[in-house]
C-alpha cells in the first residue's frame, strides 16, 4: 500500500515563497516516490492566480495582515487551530510540519492522539531570528520552549543547511534523527535562458522577505553613494515583509527616485528582473544569531547567471566568494557601494559558471528527493 503523507504549512503554491517552493518540491519527490499525499494549507489571498490545478490540496481561510501574509501569533493562531481539528480527522502515516513552532507544536499534539510519527522540515530557527530583531525576552523564552518541543518530539527533523543544523542541536534534539538537505531553487524558472527586462539605466535587484534581520537598508544607503558616480542607476525591491514600510521611508529621504518597491511577482517575472540586473543584492545583519542563514534569493541569482553582492559574515559569505557566485562585502554602506560601482564598470564572464553551479549544487528537485526520502524513511 502506498505510505500516506500529510504536508502541513500555512504557505503553498501558487503563494510566492522560498517556503512554499520548497513543499511544492517536496510533494513533488514523495508523489515520485510513489506516496500519497496530502497538502493542508490556507486559501492564497485576494489577488492570487486562481485555478492552479494542484491536486490533494486541502485549503483553509486563514486570517492575514495587512500585507496579505500569514505573519503574526494572531494570524498563526488562525492557521493552528482549525490544523488541529484538521489533522485528528485525517488519515496519515506520517505528518510533515513546516515553522513557525506554533504549527509544529500543533502537528506533535495531533500526531501523538493519532499515534502517528512526524518530521519537522526546518529552514530556520525562529528563536534566533526573534532574538536578531530584538525581540522582548519573555517572547523569546516563550518560542525557544515551543520550538525545542516541536524539534525533540519530531521522529525526524530535516534542516536546509549545515549551519541551521547546528542551531537545532542546541536544542538537545538527537542527531541520529537529524539529517540535512540543502536549500534550492526552481532551475527550470531561475536560470540563465530566458527573457531579461530591458532598460535605460543599470539597476540592482533585491528579491524576497524584507525583515529586520536582512538589513536592507544598507543597500538604499550604497546606492545613494553610487548615485554620485553612476547618476542614471536604480535599485529595485521587489517581494514584502515587516521592514518594508522603514525602508520606503529611508528611500524617501535618502536615495529619492533611485529606489522603487515592486510588491510580490511571480517567479519568472523576478528570474526577469534578476538577468536585467548589474547584481542581485543580498544581506543578513552580522552578528545577530543569524549568520548561519542562507537566504534562497542567492541561489536564485546565481542561477540566474547574475552576480551576487553579498553584506554579512557567515556562511554566505564564505559560499558566494568561494565558488564564484560574486562578491562579499563587509556590512556598511561604503564597502557595499565599492562593490556596486566595481561591478558597473567592470564585464562579467562567470555567468555560466554560476547557474551550473546552482544546477549541480542547489537544484530544488534534487533536494526535494532528498527531503522526500527522509519522511519516506519515518513512514515506513
Known amino acids: 500500500m502506498k505510505p500516506r503523507v500529510l504536508v502541513a504549512t500555512r504557505l503553498y503554491p501558487p503563494e510566492v515563497g522560498a517556503a512554499a517552493f520548497r513543499l511544492e518540491a517536496l510533494v513533488h ?34 486570517l492575514r495582515d495587512a500585507g496579505g501574509n500569514v505573519r503574526g501569533y494572531v494570524q498563526y493562531m488562525s492557521f493552528d487551530i482549525p490544523l488541529f481539528l484538521r489533522l485528528l480527522l485525517s488519515r496519515a502515516d506520517v505528518v510533515v510540519s513546516e515553522p513557525p513552532p506554533t504549527t509544529g507544536i500543533v502537528v506533535a499534539l495531533s500526531s501523538m492522539v493519532r ?20 525581540a522582548p525576552a ?13 524539534l525533540r518530539k519530531a521522529s525526524r527533523v530535516i534542516a536546509i543547511s549545515e549551519g541551521v543544523a547546528d542551531q537545532i542541536a542546541a536544542f538537545d534534539v ?8 540543502n536549500n534550492g531553487v526552481d532551475t527550470t524558472v531561475f536560470s540563465r535562458d530566458g527573457g531579461s527586462v530591458s532598460t535605460d539605466y543599470p539597476y540592482f535587484v533585491y528579491t524576497g522577505t524584507m ?19 553612476f547618476p542614471t542607476v536604480r535599485l529595485h525591491f521587489f517581494g514584502q515583509g515587516s521592514a518594508e514600510e522603514a525602508l520606503r521611508r529611508l528611500a524617501t529621504t535618502v536615495a529619492p527616485g ?5 510588491g510580490v511577482i511571480q517567479p519568472a517575472e ?13 544581506s543578513i545583519v552580522p552578528e545577530q544569531g543569524y549568520d548561519f542563514a542562507k537566504p534562497t534569493k542567492i541561489y536564485a541569482a546565481a542561477a540566474c547567471g547574475t552576480p551576487v553582492i553579498y553584506a554579512g559574515g557567515g556562511e554566505c559569505s564564505r559560499m558566494v566568494s568561494d565558488n564564484g557566485l560574486g562578491v562579499s562585502s563587509d556590512f556598511s554602506a561604503e564597502a557595499v557601494a565599492e562593490k556596486m560601482i566595481h561591478l558597473l564598470q567592470g564585464s562579467d564572464s562567470g555567468r555560466a559558471a554560476r547557474s551550473d ?24
Open 29 to 62: 519527490g514523495l508523489r515520485e516516490a510513489g506516496a500519497s499525499v496530502r497538502v493542508v494549507t490556507t486559501k492564497p489571498p485576494k489577488g492570487t492566480p486562481s485555478g492552479d490545478g494542484r491536486a490533494g490540496v486541502s485549503r483553509w481561510p486563514v
Open 115 to 134: 499515534r502517528r510519527p512526524y518530521v519537522y522540515y526546518a529552514a530556520d530557527v525562529w528563536t534566533d531570528a526573534l532574538i536578531a530583531i530584538r
Open 138 to 150: 519573555v517572547v523569546v523564552r516563550c518560542m525557544r520552549f515551543l520550538e525545542g518541543q516541536a
Open 174 to 181: 538527537d542527531p541520529g534523527r537529524l539529517t540535512v538537505v
Open 211 to 229: 525583515s529586520e534581520w536582512q538589513g536592507a537598508d544598507i543597500f538604499i544607503e550604497a546606492i545613494a553613494l553610487v548615485a554620485d558616480e
Open 258 to 262: 533611485k529606489v522603487s518597491f515592486g
Open 270 to 282: 523576478a528570474a526577469r528582473w534578476i538577468r536585467g540586473a548589474a547584481a542581485a543584492v543580498v
Open 357 to 380: 553551479w546552482v544546477e549541480r549544487n542547489a537544484s530544488l528537485r534534487v533536494t526535494g528527493q532528498r527531503a522526500a526520502a527522509e519522511v519516506l524513511r519515518t513512514a515506513s
